[in-house]
């Protein structure tokens, strides 16, 4: 055996003895074996004392497309900012696939491994155009040192020409983003997301502020990303989830209190009672 071949058999051999149970996972591999993209298990946060979450367990199949709901306080944004790392549970589980620790990345590490986050509020660069944007969101913290134009390989062109389709902005490329509709905004700010390419793409309140329209081409844009990506979505419009949804978590005090379809947690007696507040 030649010691290329010794090399990488020893390689493969230290991969199969670390966290992944016997299977040969390369470093930055997601490892989907188990079924699941996402794992929380038992997490719990405090804020000066108030449980924010508490004993939360939540898993998210690969190519699923998840709607979280639940009344204001629940604990939604928290969960998002403990899966991008922005807080950190006091205890608990978070894994990104079988072998990620996630409570071991920072921010900026866990965004590298493809998790894609959306804030409420569009944080996109009002002053560049939308393709500008697009190009800085690709290309990251390098396109602020070089040129922006001409740099791009031919298939990252392609890969701009693909989201700017799907955003539904193709003509509106050379426009200041600053001049984009709110819901325009919205979809530029999903397409930053998209050219980075992530494995799960977590979006908060995504139609919040759009009008029937741009809520109904959210839920078209979403329903095409369906399967290609992870997509877990919080929103409080119950209209825009009963159009894009499959299943539905109700978060209510910080822990999952029903799961189901949509018409089947709506009509879950302890759903009923959190959201009137009985
Ligand atoms: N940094 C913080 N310090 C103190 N309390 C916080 C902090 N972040 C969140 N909370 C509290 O934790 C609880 C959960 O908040 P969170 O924003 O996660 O709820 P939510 O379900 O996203 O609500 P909404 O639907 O209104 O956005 C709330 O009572 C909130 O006031």
Redesign the pocket.
Known sequence: MSPDLLEQGGERLRAASGPGYGRVVLPGQLDLAHGRILYLEDVHVS??G?R?INGLSIDISPGELRCII?P????????MDIITGKTRPDRGTVFFGGTIDLLRHSEAQIAQLGIGRKFQRPTVFEALSVYENLELALQGSRALSASLWGVLSGEQRDRLAEVLMLIRLQDQMTRAAGLLSHGQKQWLEIGMLLVQDPKLLLLDEPVAGMTDQETERTAELILTLKGRHSIVV?E?DMGFVDRIAEKVTV?AEGSVLAEGSLAQVQADERVIEVYLGR
Request: aromatic content about 12%; glycine content about 18%.
């Open positions: 804020f000066d108030f924010a639940g204001n306080g629940a604990g939604k944004t928290t969960m919080v409080h978060l």
